[in-house]
C-alpha cells in the first residue's frame, strides 16, 4: 500500500527555518521521483521543488530558489525539504506526492508552515 507522510511543519518567525520530511512506504524512492506542493489559503496549490529517482536532479519554483532544498535519504526511503530564510508568504500547507508517469499519483496529507512576521 502506497503511503506518504509529511512532517516537520509548523510556526516560525519570518527568516526562521523548518525541515519538512515526506516518509515514503508501498515504494521505492529508487525508482520514483517525489515534489512537493503547497497551498495557501485562497490560493492554487503550487509546485515548490521535485527530485528526480534517477539522478538526484532537482528543480525549484522561482520563489524559493536559494532557499530551500530538497533532498533524498535512499536508506529511509524519505525526502526532505529545508526551508530556509521563511517568508510569511512561505506560509502554507505543505504536500508530497509520487511522480507518476506525466503527473502524481499518490499525495500526502500535508503539514502546515505558518511563517509569522
Known amino acids: 500500500q502506497v503511503q506518504l507522510v509529511e512532517s516537520g511543519g509548523g510556526l516560525v518567525q519570518s527568516g526562521g527555518s523548518l525541515r519538512l520530511s515526506c516518509a515514503a512506504s508501498?515504494?521505492?524512492?529508487?525508482?520514483?521521483?517525489i515534489a512537493w506542493f503547497r497551498q495557501a489559503p485562497g490560493k492554487e496549490r503550487e509546485g515548490v521543488s521535485c527530485?528526480?529517482?534517477?539522478?538526484?536532479?532537482?528543480t525549484y519554483a522561482d520563489s524559493v530558489k536559494g532557499r530551500f532544498t530538497i533532498s533524498r535519504d535512499i536508506a529511509n526511503n524519505t525526502v526532505h525539504l529545508q526551508m530556509n530564510s521563511l517568508k510569511s508568504e512561505d506560509t502554507a500547507v505543505y504536500y508530497c506526492a509520487k511522480d507518476y508517469e506525466s503527473g502524481y499519483d499518490y499525495w500526502g496529507q500535508g503539514t502546515q508552515v505558518t511563517v509569522s512576521s
Open positions: 527530485i528526480s529517482s534517477s539522478d538526484d536532479t532537482t
Open positions: 508501498g515504494f521505492t524512492l529508487d525508482y520514483h521521483g
